[in-house]
C-alpha cells in the first residue's frame, strides 16, 4: 500500500442547525452552513445570524470545525448591506469563510483579515497558477473545481504544498462549469449565481431537428416518448478512491448538498468516515459502503473526472455519466423511514418522526452513529396518538413503534424497497 501523507479532514453539509448536528453525530470533521443572503443555498435553507452562532456553540463544545459560506457572486444592489452582515460573521469566529467573488473576499481582507478565507469552487480553479494566486491573495485554502482529475490534484498539491486542497467527493453535480449556471436564471428567472436555483437542467425535454442541411451528420440522440434528460449529471460518489486523494495531499474531502434532508448528511458522513478510519489503519476498502450509499436517494452514481486517466478501474455501468431515465433522486435500494427523537425504556418503544410509510410487517433497518452493522427489527405495534394503527404515512407527525432493543436518538430508520 502506498504511504499516506495524512488523512483529509471530512467536510458535510448542514441546511439547519439539525443536520448539522447530524453530521457531526456521523463523524464529519466540519461543516459549512450560511445565511440565505449571500449563500449559493437560498433555499431550503433555515440559517440565521442566531442559528450560526448556536451553530459556532456546538462546534466547540465537540471540538469540531464550521465554515460559513459566503460563496454566491452579487450584484451591486448587494453590497451594501454586506459590511454589516460581515461584521456579525466575524463576531462568531468560524474557523473560515468559503467564498468566491473577488469583491467581498477583498472586503473581508480590509475588514476582518484574521479570518481565514478559502475560495470556493465557484471560482473554478483548475491549475496550480491559479492556486498560487489565491495563495498571494491571502487565501488559505482552494477548494478545486470538479472538473480536475485526481492525478491533477497531486501536480497542483505538489506544486503549492502549502496551500490547503479541498476536493469534492460526494453529491449533485451541476451541468455548467463548477456550478457556474444561468438556466435557471433564463427560464424562471432564478438566479443559480445568487443562490435560487431551480435544477432547470434536471428537466425532461423534447429535441427536434428542423431543416437539417442535405449534408450534414445529425447527432445521435436517445430519446423515447416522453423525452430526454439532456443535461441530468449521475451524483457524484468517490468514495473508493479515498486512497488515492489521500496519496495526493488532498486537506479536506467534501459533501454536497445543503438542501439535502437528514438522513442523507448522517448516512453519507458516515459512510465516509468508516472509510477514511480504514485508511488510517492501513486497512483496504471495504466495498459494503457503497452498498450503504445506495441507501441514500440519488440519480445513480459516477466517479466524475476524478478519475479521468482510471477508466480501466471503472465498472462499465458507471462509465456513462449522464442519467437518462429520471432526473429527480430516487432511493436505489432501501427508503428513509423516519428519524427516532426518543426512546422510551418503560414502554419500549421509540418516538419518530414519520418520513415515508410504515405499516405492521415492515422490516426496519436501525442505523446509528455508533455501530458500522445496522440492526433490525419487524415492526410489530404502531402507535399513533396512543391508538394502534396498522399503518402510517409520512407528513403525518411523530409515531411510536414498539421495539425489541434500546436505541440511541438521532438514529435513523430505513426500509428495503
Known amino acids: 500500500m502506498s504511504q499516506i501523507r495524512k488523512i483529509p479532514e471530512l467536510l458535510l453539509p448542514a441546511g439547519n442547525l439539525d443536520k448539522l448536528e447530524i453530521a457531526y453525530m456521523f463523524g464529519a470533521d466540519a461543516a459549512y452552513c450560511g445565511v440565505p443572503r449571500f449563500s449559493l443555498r437560498a433555499r431550503e435553507n433555515d440559517f440565521t445570524m442566531e442559528a450560526l452562532e448556536k451553530g459556532v456553540t456546538l462546534a466547540r463544545e465537540l471540538g469540531k470545525k464550521i465554515y460559513f459560506t459566503v460563496n454566491n457572486i452579487p450584484r451591486n444592489s448587494k453590497l451594501p448591506s454586506y459590511p454589516k452582515y460581515l461584521d456579525q460573521m466575524a463576531a462568531l469566529k468560524p474557523d473560515a469563510f468559503i467564498m468566491a467573488d473577488p469583491g467581498l473576499i477583498l472586503m473581508t481582507k480590509e475588514a476582518h483579515p484574521e479570518i481565514d478565507i478559502h475560495i470556493s469552487v465557484q471560482a473554478n480553479t483548475m491549475n496550480y497558477a491559479a492556486v498560487r494566486f489565491w495563495k498571494q491573495f491571502g487565501a488559505t485554502r482552494v477548494i478545486l473545481s470538479r472538473e480536475v482529475s485526481i492525478s491533477e490534484i497531486a501536480e497542483i498539491k505538489n506544486q503549492v504544498p502549502d496551500m490547503e486542497i479541498e476536493v469534492f467527493v ?39 431537428v428542423t431543416n437539417p442541411k442535405q449534408n450534414e451528420e445529425p447527432m445521435e440522440l436517445i430519446t423515447d416518448d416522453e423525452g430526454t434528460f439532456l443535461m441530468n449529471s449521475k451524483d457524484l460518489r468517490a468514495i473508493e478512491f479515498l486512497q488515492e486523494l489521500c496519496d495526493a495531499g488532498v486537506d479536506s474531502v467534501k459533501v454536497e448538498g445543503r438542501t439535502k434532508n437528514d438522513y442523507y448528511v448522517g448516512m453519507v458522513a458516515r459512510s465516509y468516515r468508516h472509510t477514511l478510519d480504514r485508511i488510517s489503519r492501513g486497512e483496504s476498502f471495504d466495498r459494503k459502503w457503497l452498498e450503504e450509499l445506495d441507501k441514500v436517494s440519488s440519480r445513480k452514481y459516477f466517479s466524475g473526472f476524478l478519475t479521468r486517466g482510471m477508466e480501466d478501474r471503472i465498472p462499465e455501468e458507471e462509465r456513462e455519466f449522464q442519467n437518462n431515465e429520471f432526473g429527480t433522486s430516487l432511493f436505489m435500494s432501501q427508503k428513509y423511514a423516519g428519524l427516532v427523537k426518543e426512546y422510551k425504556s418503560d414502554t419500549k418503544r421509540i418516538v419518530i418522526e414519520v418520513k415515508n410509510k410504515i405499516q405492521k410487517g415492515d422490516v426496519m433497518e436501525v442505523i446509528t452513529a455508533v455501530d458500522s452493522n445496522p440492526l433490525t427489527f419487524t415492526v410489530d405495534q404502531i402507535f399513533y396518538k396512543q391508538n394502534l394503527v396498522e399503518v402510517i404515512s409520512g407528513g403525518m407527525g411523530t409515531v411510536e413503534l414498539g421495539i425489541p432493543f434500546a436505541i440511541p436518538s438521532r438514529s435513523f430508520l430505513s426500509k428495503k424497497l
Not at 433564463?186 to 438566479?191: A, G, H, I, L
Not at 449565481?193 to 425535454?205: E, K, M, P, T
Open 170 to 208: 460526494h453529491g449533485s453535480i451541476c451541468i455548467a462549469h463548477s456550478g457556474r449556471c444561468f438556466m435557471s436564471n433564463y427560464f424562471k428567472k432564478r438566479d443559480a449565481n445568487q443562490g435560487s436555483c431551480n435544477n432547470a437542467c434536471r428537466d425532461l425535454y423534447k429535441v427536434f
